[in-house]
């Protein structure tokens, strides 16, 4: 089945509490991204990868690292969360174009005491 | 830069209503515009797009019309069904952002029988 996979889908942590959520795609998806969901404010891309070893700031990087050894697999990185990074995470994939549809995954609801 | 705009919800209707939820946009050059939709507990999935002036997207009874001269997509279904109950985002893809993805604030739909 094609899908993006995200770990874990739950994690209550301590602020500076270095934490990985990782992302993985079985659909050989060149483009690949990472977005917060907050209330009333819809969904805001962290970092985007175009390929292998190309990843960019999207609208909200500050606080976030990313990496992309593999085409499949996508971390997002938080080296020392804070609570205002509490929200819920999406990871999401698609054929490099820009009008293909991009496949999310189920989220990952963080939160930072 | 890019933005989209949606109405405000939350929208509550009653079974076989008529939904119109808005949504406008601004956006250099011609983006790609799409509707993603969210059901609880779960990732967002691609409900139709549209990638020129004119094109309408449809699926699952769902319509909505690019119209380049109001910068709108506007998302309508003849009669709506409790299982439509969703949040509804408006989102748009442009050329010159790569294939980033800039959505709307989202619309919670409750339809209730």
């Known amino acids: 089945e094609a899908q993006v996979t995200q770990n874990p889908r739950y994690l209550i942590t301590v602020t500076g509490k270095k934490l990985t959520v990782t992302c993985s795609q079985n659909?050989?998806?060149?483009?690949m991204s990472w977005y917060r969901q907050d209330p009333g404010l819809g969904l805001r891309q962290i970092y985007y990868?175009?390929?292998?070893?190309?990843?960019d700031k999207g609208d909200v990087p500050e606080g976030y690292k990313v990496s992309r050894k593999e085409k499949r697999n996508f971390p997002l990185i938080l080296e020392s969360p804070s609570p205002n990074q509490t929200s819920l995470y999406f990871c999401?994939?698609?054929?490099?174009?820009?009008?293909?549809?991009?496949?999310f995954g189920p989220g990952t609801r963080l939160t930072v005491l | 830069g890019n933005s989209v705009t949606q109405m405000e919800g939350p929208v509550t209707l009653s079974e076989e209503a008529f939904l119109t939820i808005n949504c406008t946009y601004t956006?250099?050059?011609?983006?790609?515009l799409f509707w993603y939709v969210q059901y609880p507990g779960e990732g967002l999935q691609l409900l139709l797009k549209?990638?020129?002036?004119?094109d309408k997207g449809s699926n699952k009874g769902f319509e909505a019309t690019y119209r380049k001269e109001t910068t709108s997509f506007h998302l309508e279904k003849g009669s709506v069904q409790v299982s439509d109950s969703a949040v509804y985002f408006c989102?748009?893809?442009?050329?010159?952002?790569?294939?980033?993805?800039?959505f709307g604030g989202g619309t919670r739909l409750m339809v209730k029988p």
């Open positions: 999401a994939s698609s054929l490099a174009s820009g009008n293909n549809e991009q496949f």
């Open positions: 659909m050989n998806h060149e483009y």
């Open positions: 990868s175009m390929n292998v070893e190309v990843t």
């Open positions: 956006a250099t050059g011609y983006p790609s």
């Open positions: 549209a990638t020129k002036a004119d």
């Open positions: 989102a748009l893809s442009a050329y010159n952002a790569g294939n980033m993805l800039t």
